[in-house]
């Protein structure tokens, strides 16, 4: 039985949290032993925000050890995994260090603050042997699958084109910070810049228009162009100043050769060029109980991960850092 500790119970905690305790009701190999925040007296007791509803409002803890220092959970607790859901700057020290002592690690993406983290986080991984992975999501996500199988066994020729978009309100708290999150383009538009990666690659080069709306943090909307020597054409955007009853969207347009893929309001709809158009057939469940439920078999078979390796995780914040310094440059090309 593998013994998890689950450190951070803020919105993407509370969502781990909510999937630990389905994968238990389904018999799966683990128990949720701990949960650690510094704040966790307060946070039991209190709805936590985000683009994604959780299972409850306020959750029922009796179960389960709680902790509000990581140091006292691992003394008193003998734990095979730590599921990491803090803030970015806490991931690489934390990781690493649970990594010397022997311990599993998932940790919620972006995988560090900085590229130089990111490696070093790998690192650990490789001479420890202790299974690193990281939360993102959407590789786990069946519509983004779907189109991952389309790309790699060419059913409907190569890519020409794709377009990707997230967006949403603001986030509270420690997101405003840019010196904290990265804003916009390291919480959440990094995760279209790995689904990018994960489907073609690095790129050659990126170009960057990102603008600040929100005082206090970085970039709040970004859109970024992905250059490939095979001259398909491809942008990504995100924008989170999306305020009023707007909610929360993530979508793509995929175009083929043969066919197209267009990805919205939780329907995939398929175009073929010849015949009649569908939508696909996918499973119900969410990116992140797919994830949790992959690493946690990995662990447990002693297989590595290999849907999204730590050292790819890593390539996605590079990409990231390059996108921002043409940014910084109104869009200047950014070569990797």
């Known amino acids: 039985m593998l013994k998890v500790g689950l450190i951070g119970f803020g919105f993407m905690g509370r969502m781990h949290f909510d999937n630990y305790v389905r994968l238990m009701k389904e018999g799966a190999n683990v128990r949720l032993a701990a949960i650690c925040d510094t704040r966790i007296d307060e946070l039991k007791n209190v709805p936590a925000a985000g683009n994604i509803a959780t299972?409850?409002?306020?959750?029922?803890?009796?179960?389960?050890?709680?902790?509000d220092d990581i140091d006292k959970m691992l003394e008193n607790e003998e734990l095979d995994i730590v599921d990491i859901t803090l803030p970015t700057t806490l991931h690489a020290d934390i990781a690493i260090s649970l990594m010397k002592?022997?311990?599993?690690?998932?940790c919620e993406k972006p995988i560090a603050r900085t590229s130089e983290e990111a490696y070093r986080m790998v690192e650990a991984s490789k001479e420890t042997g202790k299974t690193l992975m990281i939360g993102q999501c959407l590789r786990f996500w069946p519509a983004y699958e779907y189109l991952k199988?389309?790309?790699?066994?060419g059913r409907y020729g190569k890519v020409t084109s794709g377009y990707f978009f997230r967006g949403g309100a603001t986030p509270e708290g420690?997101?405003?910070?840019?010196?904290?999150?990265?804003?916009?383009?390291?919480d959440m538009h990094i995760h279209d810049t790995d689904v990018v990666n994960w489907l073609f690659g690095k790129p050659e080069a990126v170009s960057t228009l990102a603008r600040n709306v929100?005082?206090?943090?970085?970039?709040?909307?970004v859109s970024t162009n992905y250059m490939y020597p095979d001259g398909k054409v491809l942008n990504a955007q995100a924008?989170?100043?999306?305020?009023?009853?707007?909610?929360?969207?993530?979508?793509f347009r995929v175009n083929f050769e043969g066919g197209n893929l267009v990805f919205e309001n939780d329907r995939l709809k398929v175009n073929p060029n010849e015949g009649l158009g569908f939508y696909a057939e996918l499973p119900k469940d969410m990116?992140?109980?797919?994830?949790?439920r992959y690493f946690l078999q990995a662990v447990s078979e002693g297989k590595p991960v290999e849907v999204c390796t730590p050292d790819s995780a890593a390539a996605s914040l590079e990409i990231v850092e390059?996108?921002?310094?043409s940014a910084n440059n109104r869009g200047a090309i950014e070569r990797l």
């Open 55 to 67: 299972e409850q409002q306020v959750y029922d803890l009796s179960p389960f050890q709680l902790y």
């Open 101 to 106: 002592r022997g311990i599993h690690v998932l």
């Open 149 to 153: 199988e389309c790309v790699t066994d």
């Open 174 to 186: 420690w997101f405003r910070n840019g010196e904290l999150s990265g804003g916009c383009m390291l």
């Open 214 to 221: 929100v005082p206090g943090s970085a970039y709040d909307i």
């Open 239 to 251: 924008d989170w100043t999306l305020q009023g009853d707007f909610g929360f969207a993530m979508t």
């Open 287 to 292: 990116g992140y109980y797919r994830e949790i």
């Open 322 to 325: 390059a996108e921002i310094r």
